[in-house]
């Protein structure tokens, strides 16, 4: 930072104009956040902009606002905003509340950590449509799931867990379960452990020790992973696609925007059905971090 | 103040190993009522493993702690109702100073005006009536331990633990608070186990010490005993001992002993009944004196002189290069050779240890 200032002129006028601007931050080594700046204009800004302006020119017509009025008039299209939510919202929420307790259990050192870590985290590297393939195989009518549950005649015709909400559900929890526990882990183990210790010589139970000490200190990160696990939920494309029911039950979101975009040709549909998906996450992300903002949010001692 | 004196804390043969090493080996202490014991060695002693095990954060391998007549090292440590005071504080960041204090107290479920009360008396005992309504995070180090004091002394709890609780202060804060603990020991008459690496806080604080290595108890007694008479040559070299020659004993009758080596030659007080073999003589570098010529001195060459005021603190070398320390008002400079003698009664000579001793932490070194 002080580069700058060490290498001016000698004169006085330019070495204090470099000098003031040096205390401000701005010298030489801001150049660097120039490629990723440009990188973020070129891949993110301009087409977000580029979608806006095409969602606001209707292909048939009808003033800058027709794409809006037909999707929130449409009860089958704006019905799925409400199809993706109620998709979305449960997968994270159970993503990240199954996350605390294992996260928790494993927030100390032991043997073989590292091996659950892994194993647990597979199904990132799987990916959706690997994961959406197993489920086809193992949960479909005659996958070995049913075949198992059919001979020991606990039910007599195949459980309906693929092609539908089921599947979809079950393929957003797989994927993005291991993504939320790796978050909290992170999180649990910044938090300072003599922290409980300390709690436990005050008298402090488990429970107590965990509700009113570590939990508080985790509710941030834990908000947070929740926004993440919501928004890789919301975006779900391959998993309704394969494992669910796209005409029906899981025609999300990003499906009528693709289907829009790519099957109708009408492009402008397709990216007004993608800045509505844009506003609902805003929303969403917008209430959980004014709920956020509730907590303590400095540091939490320890070395995270 | 406390409503929970006890007649005594009794410690018998108690240990803990992580699997093969073992961290603390048949401690064995009986502590009185109100009385402020300090745990002293340096670190990876034993120390803070036993402080651990005493607030039950550590369950013990072997041994039995008894509270008077309770019997209480099966509880766990929210049931046994002590208080412990960490080196990096431990506050709870997401609580206000008066919340931190009042947390033990609402783990107890004291009835509100009970808590509030005895919340204001904390505060009040640590002088931070000031910032009772800040978040530990806008303090300073010196107040986050007052804080942290003040949480654990809150409960009124019949024993305070306290995990070197001055060493992440600076020099002076650290001699303000050391008063502090003492003047708190004295007002509250709280019974105290205070675990340090730095043998003045040690000192200057406690009732006894106890100092350990490896595990083992050295030596337990009061301040001025293990002071001037340490049980053997470890403990001698925490207490300010610096020189620990290493030499043979040649003769032993009821003056002292006669111990040689290549370079020097002198007469001390027998601490381990020495017939003879190999021995280690203890002296201060405040005992020696310069210009001596008695039979207990030796010749050495000034290597370094350091000014410390009122006197220079001197690392000579005998003719065999054997580093001497001593300490002088006379103003000797490099390369000066000079005559120091010592009191035949200021040479503590023991048997040498079967292992070597190691070097004392010098930057705590009692002078």
């Known amino acids: 930072m002080s580069a700058a200032a060490a290498t001016a002129a000698p004169t006085v006028p330019g070495r204090s104009l470099r000098h003031r601007l040096a205390e401000r931050g701005i010298d030489r080594t801001l150049w660097l956040v120039v490629p990723a700046t440009l990188f973020i204009l070129a891949l993110f800004v301009y087409p977000f902009l580029y979608g806006l302006q095409l969602s606001f020119t209707p292909q048939e017509g009808g003033g800058a606002l027709a794409n809006y009025r037909e999707f929130f008039t449409d009860p089958y299209l704006r019905g799925m905003i409400w199809k993706t939510l109620r998709l979305g919202l449960p997968a994270a929420v159970l993503n990240v509340v199954v996350s605390v307790p294992i996260a928790y259990a494993m927030r100390?050192?032991?043997?073989?950590?590292r091996t659950i870590t892994t194993l647990l985290v597979v199904p990132i590297a799987l990916g959706t449509v690997l994961t959406a393939q197993g489920l086809l195989m193992y949960a479909g009518p005659t996958g070995w799931l049913n075949q198992v549950l059919m001979n020991l005649h606990l039910v007599d015709e195949p459980v309906a867990l693929i092609h539908n909400y089921v599947g979809v559900f079950l393929s957003l929890v797989i994927t993005g379960f291991p993504f939320a526990f790796l978050l909290t882990l992170s999180y649990i183990s910044g938090i300072d452990p003599s922290l409980e210790r300390a709690a436990a010589t005050l008298g402090a139970g488990a429970w107590q020790r965990f509700s009113k000490v570590t939990l508080p200190l985790l509710m941030p990160g834990l908000t947070m992973t929740f926004i993440l696990s919501f928004v890789l939920a919301f975006s779900v494309f391959p998993s309704a696609q394969l494992v669910g029911d796209p005409t029906g039950s899981t025609r999300v979101i990003s499906i009528a925007a693709y289907e829009a975009a790519f099957q109708q040709f009408d492009y402008s549909m397709g990216s007004t059905i993608a800045m509505i998906m844009a506003a609902v996450m805003l929303v969403v992300i917008g209430l959980v971090l004014a709920w956020r903002s509730m907590f303590y949010r400095g540091a939490t001692g320890g070395k995270g | 103040m406390s409503d929970q004196h006890f007649a005594e804390l009794r410690l018998d043969r108690v240990g803990h190993s992580y699997g093969k090493h073992q961290a603390l080996a048949d401690l064995s202490l009986t502590i009185r009522g109100t009385e402020f014991i300090a745990l002293l060695g340096p670190?990876?002693?034993?120390?803070?493993?036993?402080?651990?095990?005493?607030?039950?954060l550590l369950p013990l391998t072997s041994g039995t702690i008894h509270l008077d007549d309770r019997r209480i090292d099966t509880l766990q440590p929210e049931e046994r109702g002590f208080g412990m005071v960490f080196q990096n504080y431990a506050l709870f960041p997401h609580l206000t100073v008066r919340k931190n204090i009042g947390f033990g107290l609402k783990m107890r479920k004291v009835p509100r005006t009970e808590l509030e009360k005895r919340v204001d008396e904390a505060i009040a005992t640590v002088?931070?009536?000031?910032?009772?309504?800040?978040?530990?995070?806008?303090?300073?180090?010196?107040?986050?331990?007052?804080?942290?004091?003040?949480r654990a002394i809150a409960l009124q709890p019949p024993l305070v633990l306290m995990d070197e609780p001055l060493s992440n202060l600076d020099a002076k804060l650290r001699l303000e608070m050391r008063t502090e603990i003492r003047r708190l020991h004295q007002d509250l008459g709280l019974t105290t186990v205070y675990v340090t690496h730095d043998q003045e806080e040690a000192l200057s604080l406690a009732d006894r010490l106890v100092v350990m290595r490896d595990g083992v108890m050295q030596q337990c007694g009061t301040p001025p005993a293990v002071y001037e008479s340490p049980a053997n040559a470890y403990v001698a070299g925490f207490m300010g001992y610096r020189n620990l020659l290493e030499l043979a004993a040649v003769s032993a009758d009821a003056d002292g002993v006669r111990v040689d080596g290549p370079d020097l030659s002198l007469t001390g007080a027998n601490r381990d009944g020495i017939k003879g073999g190999s021995?280690?003589?203890?002296?201060?570098?405040?005992?020696?004196?310069?210009?001596?010529?008695?039979?207990n001195a030796f010749d050495v060459t000034?290597?370094?002189?350091?000014y410390h005021g009122r006197e220079l603190a001197v690392e000579g070398a005998t003719s065999t290069g054997r580093k001497i320390?001593?300490?002088?008002?006379?103003?000797?400079?490099?390369?000066?050779?000079?005559?120091?003698?010592?009191?035949?009664?200021?040479?503590?000579?023991?048997?040498?240890?079967?292992?070597p001793v190691p070097a004392p932490d010098l930057d705590g070194v009692v002078v």
């Open chain 2, 279 to 295: 021995v280690v003589a203890a002296i201060r570098p405040e005992d020696f004196r310069v210009g001596d010529d008695g039979d």
């Open chain 2, 302 to 306: 000034v290597e370094v002189a350091e």
């Open chain 2, 325 to 355: 320390y001593f300490r002088t008002p006379e103003r000797v400079g490099p390369g000066d050779k000079v005559r120091i003698g010592v009191r035949k009664d200021r040479v503590l000579v023991f048997a040498a240890a079967t292992e």
């Open chain 2, 127 to 150: 002088q931070l009536a000031e910032h009772q309504h800040k978040m530990p995070g806008q303090l300073s180090g010196g107040q986050q331990q007052r804080v942290a004091i003040a």
């Open chain 2, 43 to 56: 670190s990876g002693c034993g120390k803070s493993t036993a402080l651990n095990c005493l607030a039950g």
């Open chain 1, 108 to 113: 100390g050192r032991f043997r073989g950590k």
